[in-house]
T-cell receptor
Framework: SAVISQKPSRDICQRGTSLTIQCQVD?????MFWYRQQPGQSLTLIAT?????????ESGFVIDKFPISRPNLTFSTLTVSNMSPEDSSIYLC?????????FGPGTRLLVL | SQKIEQNSEALNIQEGKTATLTCNYT??????LQWYRQDPGRGPVFLLL?????KEKRKERLKVTFDTTLKQSLFHITASQPADSATYLC???????????FGQGTTLQVKP
């Protein structure tokens, strides 16, 4: 199994600022993803973090708003840029390993 | 468009009874379907995966069925306990790549 940690666990940010969320996995994995869970909603896939190349974004999500880095097979960052209150969500990192999806504990973001 | 529906109403049952949760999907032919448990403030935890050519899968007190004709999965918890109280999410993998589409989840409350 894969153990995933995220930093920060929560944050309160001002409108117009940016926040970078870190995701660390305890083993090397090929497939790493970022999801968002808005209040009272289910999870929505933001993008696939590709090691050594640009992330692949899902419909409705763009690189300028959610830049992603994946420098190696155990680490990724997601930046939420130019934040607005609508970005208040839980952001979750996940990895896909042998037909099992593992999720991090999430980063709870509140934008004022 | 692809759609996954779970009963949005909370399910309240008595301890010891069997809980049955439903997941219906449309416009989709998944290779497999997964069930997750999510506790408040935490990331989802993988429970079971069932493939399209499998009718039923069991793990301890959990049982999942998958009917690709009805486009439906049922998730059963037998001999339910208060500790089983949580939100249960159904998810489909679009292309066997780990990119999941989630239902909105059903909250289960098991009363002692």
């Amino acid at each position: 199994s894969a153990v995933i940690s995220q930093k920060p666990s929560r944050d309160i940010c001002q409108r117009g600022t940016s926040l970078t969320i870190q995701c660390q996995v305890d083993s090397q994995v090929t497939m790493m993803f970022w999801y968002r869970q808005q209040p009272g909603q289910s999870l929505t896939l933001i993008a696939t973090a590709n090691q050594g190349s640009e992330a692949t974004y899902e419909s409705g999500f763009v690189i300028d708003k959610f830049p992603i880095s994946r420098p190696n097979l155990t680490f990724s960052t997601l930046t939420v840029s130019n934040m607005s209150p609508e970005d208040s969500s839980i952001y979750l990192c996940s990895v896909w390993d042998r037909e099992t999806q593992y999720f991090g504990p999430g980063t709870r973001l509140l934008v004022l | 468009s692809q759609k996954i529906e779970q009963n949005s109403e909370a399910l309240n049952i008595q301890e010891g009874k069997t809980a049955t949760l439903t997941c219906n999907y449309t416009n989709y032919s998944p290779a497999y379907l997964q069930w997750y448990r999510q506790d408040p403030g935490r990331g989802p935890v993988f429970l079971l995966l069932i493939r399209e050519n499998e009718k039923e899968k069991r793990k301890e007190r959990l049982k999942v069925t998958f009917d690709t004709t009805l486009k439906q999965s049922l998730f059963h918890i037998t001999a339910s306990q208060p500790a089983d109280s949580a939100t249960y999410l159904c998810a489909l993998d679009r292309s066997n790549t780990g990119k999941l589409i989630f239902g909105q989840g059903t909250t289960l409350q098991v009363k002692p």
